[in-house]
């Protein structure tokens, strides 16, 4: 059974979801229910967790799903003395909103330049990037560094953004790893039996490898740019 307050805030919840596709911030929670604080926020979102109503998207910010509403009478099922609500086949087949402004903080593993190998960052760092910039799969970030790829839009200072992949098809921006030893960011073309790697900038020539050479570790998935 849920309190009064968690079927108040689930409804709030998913009637932001529903009408904005942003998850209410914790002090607009915390003053539609009428709370003096925002720890009461906390403890009824927590408790919702644990019921299985809600869930925290990891490495995002303000991102609730809402899993099931109170309604859904589903039985629960028992693991090893560890009650489990199951979601109803029904509830299943609804899609559930996503926040919009989703915030994800990619690894950034360092600089990357023409012809020069990755400039690894010490410690761990992050990058907060909007999930809408991202599509599916596992990305990181790198700091572009020179200007080996303007033509394409690509800047000195600019964040690409890079969705882990070994593949990539013709013509695709890639981070190639040359000969295991240099990464760079270039267009990838296949050219009688060789590897290509394309500048965007007339200043700079193509780069010819055998394909036991060159190792592609992603393709460019987008671009974060900052204005100081």
Not at 63 to 72: K, N, S, Y
Not at 129 to 154: F, N
Not at 184 to 206: C, F, I, M, S, W
Request: proline residues 7%.
């Amino acid at each position: 059974m849920l309190t009064a307050k968690q079927h108040e805030l689930i409804r709030f919840i998913q009637q932001r979801l529903e009408e904005t596709g942003i998850s209410p911030s914790f002090e607009e929670m915390k003053e539609a229910l009428d709370l003096k604080s925002k720890s009461g926020v906390h403890r009824l979102i927590s408790a919702l967790e644990e019921r299985g109503f809600l869930r925290r998207l990891p490495n995002r910010a303000r991102a609730l799903e809402v899993i099931r509403q109170p309604g859904d009478t589903t039985p629960a099922r028992s693991l090893g003395g560890t009650v489990v609500a199951m979601p109803s086949p029904a509830a299943s087949q609804v899609a559930t909103p996503r926040a919009a402004n989703d915030v994800i903080d990619l690894p950034l593993h360092g600089r990357i330049a023409a012809g020069a190998p990755i400039e690894a960052f010490e410690g761990q760092s992050t990058l907060p990037v909007p999930a809408a910039l991202l599509g599916p799969g596992e990305h990181y970030a790198l700091e572009v560094s020179g200007d080996s790829m303007i033509e394409a839009g690509i800047f000195d200072g600019d964040f690409a953004l890079v969705r882990r992949t070994n593949t990539a098809r013709d013509g695709e921006i890639v981070v190639a790893l040359v000969r295991g030893e240099e990464a760079t960011l270039k267009y990838l073309h296949k050219e009688g039996g060789k590897v290509r790697l394309d500048p965007a900038n007339g200043a700079y020539d193509p780069q010819f490898y055998r394909p036991d050479e060159v190792e592609v570790q992603g393709k460019l998935a987008g671009l974060l740019r900052r204005y100081h």
